[in-house]
């Protein structure tokens, strides 16, 4: 099955500068790639996706990029803002109907004033 | 805008009993499902439901779990003999088709 790797597990950054998050996947199958951003005993929020037809999405100070071929994919935040620091998770799917999301093991992103 | 719901927020259970974990999902979705998440590790899979049937469910989805779509809205998680590592925070998720799972605000159980 699926396997998500993801790094680095913590991160801590100044704010205004950028974090980037980086996964890498194992099932060539996979096509859908979301991010999700946990705060502290919330719920998993959708903050971004891709799909492997696309190579980069940028939302705002948000971009996540895919390359296929290596399977790997990333988030870039930029500008980051203390309201940023949480828990990133990435994630895969194969992307039809119904199916499971793999995530991986989280980066907890600490943004210093 | 709509939200997945879920209740209790909070279940304290001793090992061995049974719990009922319930979610309404977005209203006009059609596909469901249930992850968990143990405390400071990542959220992992246990099981999707469709069309009032289970579409997959993961190796943790054992014979002591089972989910239900008892009526038109709730979609339930049930765990007929819990034990002590069950305890987590299960969350459940809809989506109207492929692609976008909105999550709910979980319920975290703790078996004792």
């Known amino acids: 099955g699926e396997n998500v790797e993801q790094h680095p597990s913590t991160l801590s950054v100044q704010e205004g500068d950028s974090a980037v998050i980086k996964c890498t996947y194992s099932d060539s199958a996979s096509n859908y790639f979301p991010w999700y951003k946990q705060e502290l005993g919330k719920r998993p929020q959708l903050i971004i996706d891709i799909r492997s037809n696309v190579g980069e999405k940028k939302d705002q100070r948000i971009a996540v990029t895919l390359n296929k071929t290596a399977k790997h994919f990333s988030l870039h935040i930029t500008e980051t803002q203390p309201e940023d620091s949480a828990v990133y998770f990435c994630?895969?799917?194969?992307?039809?109907?119904?199916?499971?999301?793999?995530f991986g093991t989280g980066t907890r992103l600490a943004v210093r004033p | 805008e709509p939200e997945v719901t879920q209740t209790p927020s909070h279940q304290v259970t001793q090992m061995g009993q049974e719990v009922i974990l319930r979610c309404v999902p977005i209203s006009n979705h059609l596909y469901f499902y249930w992850y968990r998440q143990i405390l400071g590790q990542k959220v992992e899979f246990l099981v999707s439901?469709?069309?009032?049937?289970?579409?997959?469910k993961s190796e943790i989805f054992d014979d002591q779990f089972s989910v239900e779509r008892p009526d038109g809205s709730n979609f339930t998680l049930k765990i007929r003999s819990t034990k002590l590592e069950d305890s987590a925070m299960y969350f459940c998720?809809?989506?109207?088709?492929?692609?976008?799972?909105?999550f709910g605000p979980g319920t975290r159980l703790l078996v004792l």
């Open positions: 998720a809809s989506s109207e088709r492929w692609e976008t799972q909105y």
């Open positions: 439901f469709y069309n009032n049937e289970i579409s997959e």
């Open positions: 994630a895969a799917s194969r992307g039809s109907s119904g199916d499971k999301l793999t």
